[in-house]
T-cell receptor, first 114, second 110 residues
Framework: DAMVIQNPRYQVTQFGKPVTLSCSQTLNHNVMYWYQQKSSQAPKLLFHYYDKDFNNEADTPDNFQSRRPNTSFCFLDIRSPGLGDAAMYLC?????????????FGPGTRLTVL | AQKITQTQPGMFVQEKEAVTLDCTYDTSDQSYGLFWYKQPSSGEMIFLIYQGSYDEQNATEGRYSLNFQKARKSANLVISASQLGDSAMYFCGGGFKTIFGAGTRLFVKA
């Protein structure tokens, strides 16, 4: 029944140790997004894919990378996590690129950096 | 550029009463969509309601309705008959990449 799945739900990593967050969807949507949400703040878009077309936000740090091997899966790689990267990471999908379709969010992965 | 503004950091409402959460937007797009999401303490974003810029009628979904005033560029969320379970963070968002406002934390009092 789940439509957007994120694994793991909670991730603990060490300062500087690479980490990968996973997102999968059963909706067959062509657009997938990654957001970062820090405590008491609004979600902030990091990047999105339209099919295989990758779109990076201008202020997304180089430390953040993404892969989308197929329609269903999308990964967020943090190459060298810093303490400031501790946050909730939300994956979302949309079936409409025109900006008039709703986004479906996964439950999020809460990242802790020690 | 697009911008979403929510000016109410926190709101209190008595259980069973209605509450309005404010949202204004700024966009140069001719066609756009506006959304409201609820985020409880568990962290997931729950879609509540959507309004398309060309929709002539205000959107409604159960106890949620969107008071869309295009000339004023406002898209306020109205929750009728508030319930304790409505206590959460509410985000207004818009556009393809869903720029979010800062959010409003709603507290429902018994």
């Amino acid at each position: 029944d789940a439509m957007v799945i994120q694994n793991p739900r909670y991730q603990v990593t060490q300062f500087g140790k690479p980490v990968t967050l996973s997102c999968s969807q059963t909706l067959n949507h062509n657009v997938m997004y990654w957001y970062q949400q820090k405590s008491s703040q609004a979600p902030k878009l990091l990047f999105h894919y339209y099919d295989k077309d990758f779109n990076n936000e201008a202020d997304t740090p180089d430390n953040f990378q993404s892969r989308r091997p197929n329609t269903s899966f999308c990964f967020l790689d943090i190459r060298s996590p810093g303490l400031g990267d501790a946050a909730m990471y939300l994956c979302a999908t949309s079936g409409d690129r025109g900006g008039v379709g709703e986004q479906f969010f996964g439950p999020g992965t809460r990242l802790t950096v020690l | 550029a697009q911008k979403i503004t929510q000016t109410q950091p926190g709101m209190f409402v008595q259980e069973k009463e209605a509450v309005t959460l404010d949202c204004t937007y700024d966009t140069s797009d001719q066609s756009y969509g506006l959304f409201w999401y609820k985020q409880p303490s568990s962290g997931e974003m729950i879609f509540l309601i959507y309004q398309g810029s060309y929709d002539e009628q205000n959107a409604t979904e159960g106890r949620y309705s969107l008071n869309f005033q295009k000339a004023r560029k406002s898209a306020n969320l109205v929750i009728s008959a508030s319930q304790l379970g409505d206590s959460a963070m509410y985000f207004c968002g818009g556009g393809f990449k869903t720029i979010f406002g800062a959010g409003t934390r709603l507290f429902v009092k018994a």
